[in-house]
């Protein structure tokens, strides 16, 4: 498999009791310690028939934003995709998500 020119990201995490998963073209380390930094989000054409209204809520919430800040621990998981799936936003199931653990500072 050859690394692409311009990747996409998929990136799952959780913000208040609600699972993202967004997609993106550029996701790196921030000097903001414990966040992970997130670029240039990609959303679907509006070309379909059918409109996802998880995915217009994003749109909507995430409409002029240059760049997001995610604390670590809310990440759920990372993925480099070959084509662009929908974004969505579901519930938290209790149990369901787990925390990635974090080191404490100092210790």
Known sequence: MSKSE?????????????????YAKAIYQSDLWGFLEIEEFVFGERT???VDPSEEKLKAQFEGV???YVPLQAIVRIDEVERLGVARISEA???????FPMPVPGK
């Open 6 to 22: 311009n990747p996409i990201f998929k990136v799952i995490f959780v913000n208040q009791g609600q699972v993202f998963e967004m």
């Open 48 to 50: 379909q028939v059918v």
């Open 66 to 68: 240059i760049r997001s």
């Open 93 to 99: 199931a209790a149990g369901n998500v787990m925390s």
